[in-house]
């Protein structure tokens, strides 16, 4: 007979276990996010237009093949099924859809022109705006420190607005994909299948672009652009399957905590590998934008312990 005692035991090492787990496909994930700004880079070459359409046609077939290859035919078929009976629910996936891809172009045309160092300070306040938007669309209440990050993080944006005369890129960013998570917002479909919806819905648009008005053609650019342009459809779902897989096994809070190795990453990229440079009325913004993470995060670390 099996103690209680060891049986407790053994479930805290299986927790552990699945804990790290997660651990581990959270930061598989974020790592490659980082790294992803190299791999657009690559694509220089090709328009940022071109890039993001053929982005979707081929994550589209990307996803297609996966539901096969891993036999998830029936759940991905059952999903499909729920979201066209639900139309509500399909016209939110149709403008979450844009604001995606808006987010998506954004990020590939500042990376292409040598912006990758307010691509990244745009996934660092992506956070802050996310809770803004909780705070004025679902009248979710902010503690004193989520309040002073807010606020630092807008103080950093108008410094930086006043110091380029331009609205930052990394503004763009936030605000998109803001949006596009509180469009989503009780939309039931797994990550794997939002994916293929979200991209099948921008098929058409894309497809009709590169038919009539491209000023490319698919056969114009180098072997080594058709080969990437060919795997970014793998290069954009296997970030998200892993993190879908990190959600699974690992708190939401300890997934929040590492999500800023991301943005570093890509800053780092910026400036060590891309040659960014950073002018002083640039760098007075983003300090401001620091101070509000350091905020938000030592917030978060305090509710935390007090919670455990």
Not at 193 to 198: F, I, R
Not at 258 to 277: C, K, M, S
Request: hydrophobic residues 55%; charged residues 10%.
């Amino acid at each position: 007979m099996v103690k209680p005692s060891s049986c407790l035991w053994i479930k805290q090492v299986l927790w552990l276990t699945r804990k790290n787990q997660g651990l581990l496909f959270g930061l598989a994930t974020y790592i490659q996010w980082g790294f992803l700004s190299l791999f657009w880079k690559l694509l220089a070459g090709v328009s940022a237009y071109n890039t993001f359409s053929w982005r979707i046609v081929f994550t589209v077939v990307t996803m297609l093949v996966y539901a096969l290859v891993a036999k998830q035919n029936a759940r991905f078929k059952g999903e499909l099924v729920e979201l066209w009976q639900d139309k509500k629910a399909l016209l939110r996936m149709l403008l979450a859809s844009f604001l995606i891809a808006a987010n998506w172009l954004i990020y590939i045309y500042a990376v292409g022109h040598g912006q990758a160092t307010q691509a990244s300070l745009g996934y660092y306040i992506m956070p802050i705006v996310s809770i803004l938007f909780a705070l004025i669309f679902l009248r979710e209440s902010l503690s004193r420190s989520m309040w002073a990050a807010v606020v630092l993080a807008f103080i950093g944006v108008l410094v930086l607005v006043a110091n380029t005369g331009k609205l930052p890129v990394s503004l763009g960013l936030a605000l998109s994909f803001g949006f596009y998570g509180l469009i989503k917002k009780g939309v039931r479909l797994s990550s794997d299948v939002a994916m293929l919806v979200e991209s099948g819905l921008l098929l058409p648009f894309v497809a009709i672009y590169l038919i009539f008005f491209s000023p490319e053609s698919f056969s114009s650019y180098s072997s080594m652009e058709m080969f990437l342009l060919a795997i970014s459809g793998v290069v954009t779902a296997v970030p998200l399957l892993c993190f879908s897989e990190a959600v699974k096994r690992a708190p939401l809070n300890l997934i929040g905590f590492i999500q800023y190795l991301n943005p570093t990453i890509q800053l780092l990229v910026a400036i060590l590998i891309f040659g960014e440079t950073v002018s002083f009325g640039e760098l007075k913004g983003f300090l401001f934008i620091w101070m509000a993470i350091l905020v938000f995060v030592t917030g978060q670390i305090v509710t935390f312990r007090r919670s455990s």
